[in-house]
């Protein structure tokens, strides 16, 4: 079938067409034009491994601070005003939005966290949350991997982290859904902003009562680390502390949502794939890795240029955005032999679904070992867990996540 042309698939980059598979689109933008201005999306497309590479090491150009705060500039005055507070948050620097040296100040702070030793202290904490899971779904013989494990897991897991109280988790997990609805589009919705500032507002006002519920009675958390470190008042004001945990919150669940989900109907739906790891539990790991790349979890990521730069064939101009669209370059053919198949014996797999460089995903060892006691447990204790249906029901409301909405399996 011939391809369409270039200029009848803007519309197409924000269709619902495009969430459900957006590969034979990004397939074409790779080969024809691999830097590719969106009026639709409101930035460049970057589809080729080789372009977005240099977007994450180059950060003087491609750069994290501010590139959220790009979501309401093209509103018209009353509008943006009354988005004032979004923009506020949005141009403070924290972990997630700032470049050297502040994210280096920042990172050095909360790295320790998530480094191979505590994560390594977490795994009988992950391994009691997946089993408790399973004893309370196996009664029924089924279940939707995502309401019941994929979404409440890594939010627990995480909230145990930053010292979010269990009562408070469920929450603290809605603002932080709905606080991520604006991303992956440079021009959403201005109702899709005002959703998101008003999660935005909510988790700001709780997280700056328990800072201040820290201060009083601190604990064995990241959060009361982080109170003692902005304490000496030198090293992080309360401003960013408050900012980099609602960043930690929004972000830090929801790839790990996806990696488990993704995860697991691509095995169920490759019952070969699914055979050949139960037959070989070692090969869970080199799976996980071809999730990532196959499905990965963050579709894209923008970047917002600072200065004039040429890259891929194209002039960028200061001010604009680039999305990096991380599933197009995990299936680029330049790097990935027969990239198109789903094989959890692939070798030499360097994907970059967790980004590279300084701004490499913190949680990145962390949403690994999460999904490795998932597949152990299920592949323990469920062993003859199927799928309900072949076709995926994609999530449409953050283009920035490639996540499934439900899937729902019998065992």
Known sequence: MPSAPLTALDEKLVSDEFLDDPYPILRQLRREE??????????????????????????????NYGRFAKAVEYLPPEGRKKLAPFENHYRQKNLLQSDPPDHTRLRTLVVKAFNATSIDAMRPMIEKIVNDVIDMVEPRGQMDVIRDLAFPLPFSILGSI?????????????????????????????????????????????LTDLVNEKRRRPAEDLISQLVAVEAEGTKLTEQELVSTCVQMLGAGHETTTSLIGNGLYLILSHPQQWQKLRQIPSLLNSAIEEILRYESPVARQPRLIRGDVELGGKKMLD????????????????????PDTFDIERQNNKHIAFGMGIHFCLGAG??????????????????????????????????????????????
């Open 34 to 63: 691999p830097a590719y201005w969106s009026e639709s999306i409101g930035g460049w497309i970057l589809t080729r491994y080789d372009d977005i590479v240099p977007t994450f090491k180059d950060v003087a150009h491609f750069s």
């Open 162 to 206: 930053m010292g979010v109280p269990n009562t408070d988790q469920d929450s603290v997990k809605f603002w932080a859904d709905e606080l991520l609805a604006f991303q992956g589009v440079n021009r959403p919705p201005q109702a899709v902003l005002e959703r998101s500032q008003a999660a935005l507002l909510a988790m700001r006002s709780y």
């Open 319 to 338: 001010g604009q955005v680039a999305f990096q669209m991380l599933n197009a370059a995990n299936r680029d053919p330049d790097h990935f032999l027969d």
């Open 366 to 411: 962390l949403a690994r070992a999460e999904a490795q006691e998932v597949f152990k447990a299920i592949m323990e204790r469920l062993p003859n867990i199927c799928l309900v249906s072949e076709k995926p029901v994609w999530d449409r409301h953050k283009p920035n996540s490639r996540m499934l909405h439900s899937l729902h399996v019998t065992f």
